[in-house]
């Protein structure tokens, strides 16, 4: 694969012994914060420093951004393409509950650049927290249970600081994301939800407070995705009714994107049946736009389809039904606002009462080894992007590019 691969140069010394601890809210839309008060996120970023929206990954899904956050890496690089994927060459599919590393040993995240340094990590239901990449778990490790209370993850992480002085701490909720899928952006659901992980996060912050915890730990929250409406029962497009589907050996995905292995030789003549489908963009793998960073990967399959925003895309109406049944959808095109999420960041080394300029979801990798002391892997996010609100220390800066 051909892609370029930025390193950086970290100042190893003058942060001591701090701690990070990186919150993820998943599916939480940047303005999802004007909608209802939310006084603790506000106190957040009272004390630190908050960024409108970031601009994340495409694909817009949950755990190719995740990884995009853990990694500093864009998704043809680390290989995450998909909440569903195709591996050709593993001649294997991944969905949600795939754990394998052979998955997830395309990149290295985090909590692995930590251990690798002699540094602790720990993850909560984070996504690949509890898989084995490279030969390394995090130091402690949960996997995900929707049963398990937020207050409970919080209590851990607070143990793990205190405690057991564990260095990086990654915490997942998977809230919003269900409820704006099940019941919309506009809903009163989606309202009281927001409120509900507002007080999540004033229950946090007063843990960081009782506990001391401001001068030592830098805190992120921040999100994967945003969310936008749909009517999937009459804004969808079936393949079905446009291209001959002998001459497909297989699909992956339904809903804003879908790709399409086709028999070999058919590609143009299936292509060609979709090219002028309304209300979505058919492209072949090589014309795939530079901008999403997305096709350089072997995953990617021979065809791609992205659907129009608010549209869904399928070839099986009982499986777009089960994903999709409801009034909220992402994965759509990284350009829309609708699809991007939150940043609020606050600790000893963040800039108090600050609105900071966009950063790219990529960005979040290098900052947090820089807030550890620890090198990076090579990554594609940019030191120069957080600069502007990290303190005490010095930005040594690019290290140089490699092809």
Request: glycine content about 8%; hydrophobic content about 40%.
């Amino acid at each position: 694969m051909d892609v370029s691969i930025f390193l950086f140069t970290i100042l190893l010394s003058g942060v001591g012994a701090i701690q990070v601890v990186l919150v993820s809210m998943d599916g939480f839309r940047w303005d999802y914060l004007n909608r209802v008060p939310t006084p603790n996120f506000d106190r957040l970023a009272r004390h630190g420093t908050k960024i409108e929206h970031i601009d994340n990954t495409f694909v817009t899904e949950t755990f190719p951004c995740h990884y995009s956050i853990s990694t500093g890496l864009y998704q043809e690089s680390h290989g995450l393409i998909g909440n569903f994927m195709y591996d050709p060459v593993f001649n294997s599919s991944f969905d949600f509950n795939t754990r394998e590393p052979r998955w997830w040993n395309g990149a290295e995240p985090i909590w692995v650049t930590a251990r690798r340094q002699k540094l602790t990590s720990a993850s909560y239901a984070w996504p690949g927290g509890d898989v084995e990449i490279r030969g390394y778990r995090p130091n402690i490790w949960f996997p995900y249970s929707k049963t398990v209370q937020f207050r409970d993850r919080i209590d851990a992480t607070i143990d793990w600081l205190t405690v057991k002085k564990i260095d990086f701490v990654a915490l997942y909720f998977q809230e919003p994301d269900p409820t704006g899928h099940k019941y919309g952006i506009y809903s009163n659901e989606i309202l009281e939800k927001i409120k509900e992980l507002d007080n999540s996060i004033g229950y946090l912050l007063d843990k960081f407070d009782s506990h001391n915890l401001w001068s030592q730990v830098n805190l992120i929250v921040t999100s994967d995705h945003g969310m936008t409406g749909i009517d999937y029962v009459n804004k969808f497009i079936d393949i079905r009714n446009y291209v001959n589907m002998t001459n497909i050996i297989r699909t992956v995905e339904s809903g804003p994107v879908m790709h399409i292995q086709p028999v070999d030789g058919k590609v143009d003549e299936v292509i060609h049946s979709l090219y002028n489908v309304r209300h979505m963009t058919a492209y072949k793998k090589e014309d795939i736009p530079e901008r999403w960073h997305f096709k350089n990967n072997r995953r990617v399959m021979p065809i791609f389809l992205v659907a129009e925003k608010g549209w869904l895309i399928t070839a099986n109406k009982t499986e777009l039904a089960t994903y999709y049944g409801g009034y909220g959808a992402h994965g759509y095109d990284n350009k829309f606002l609708s699809m991007k999420p939150i940043f609020i960041a606050r600790g000893p080394n963040i800039t108090e009462n600050h609105l900071a300029p966009t950063i790219r979801n990529i960005d979040i990798y290098p900052m947090i080894c820089k807030l550890l002391g620890i090198e990076p892997a090579p990554n594609n996010g940019s030191l120069l992007a957080t600069s502007n609100f990290l303190i005490n220390e010095k930005h040594v800066g690019v290290g140089g590019i490699v092809g």
